[in-house]
């Protein structure tokens, strides 16, 4: 079993896959997919992780003419959104793609900056022959990076999508770093240079990022003790 890790952008001849709705608003943000389904009548559905404003994010679903129905929940700046859209778009030829070549995904989907707007990467498994057919398969306009080929470890790729795109950087840095070696090579201050924000802002990004791991590490001694 092989898995691909890809980001994937597209130029203007071509509906944005990522609802617009939360790309016009600096209060609230797409953070990733959870799923994609779908339905009747060339409409999806999504489960969306959003964050910032969740009272913002419900007015501009509610004033969106492609949001037929939604609903959300959540807790302080984090929320999950369901949303039925009007028209499937760019995601129905990218969803036929993985049906046709027999390959899946391992959700999320994750919202990225991309040099000129914003993508999507995601992590998908399946054969070697069948992951290369679908890279062919894209539509013109349709750019694919690749960041990850290799036979699929479905702990660590799960716990490597719990990640935040923000959090992600902030934990690349401090491997390349050194920062997790014994003595360590580097400290929050200069991670917090090098990503120009401050150094209490990366102590809560690795606080968060460590708590992720240790959590699955738990779940994972629990289902073996079970």
Known sequence: MRAATVTLSWDHSHENPIPDVFG??????LESIRYVNPI????YVELL??????????????DSSEAIEYDLVGDDDR??????WRTIGLVGDLLSILDQREIVVDWPITAVETETDRGLELTVVGTSWAIEQAATDLPDG?????????????????????????????FELALAEGYYEVPRETTQ?????????????VAEHLQRIESAFASAYAASIQSQDH
């Open 24 to 29: 016009t608003d600096d209060t609230v943000s």
């Open 49 to 62: 992780d959003l964050r910032g404003d969740l009272e913002r994010a419900r007015t501009l679903l509610e």
């Open 40 to 43: 009747h009548d060339g409409r």
């Open 189 to 201: 201050r200069d991670l917090a240079d090098q990503l120009d924000c401050a150094t209490g802002t």
């Open 79 to 84: 929320g999950v959104a369901y949303v039925q």
């Open 142 to 170: 349709v750019t694919l990076e690749l960041h990850r080929l290799g036979s699929y470890r479905p702990q660590a790729d799960q716990q490597f999508a719990t990640l935040t795109e923000r959090q992600r950087a902030v």
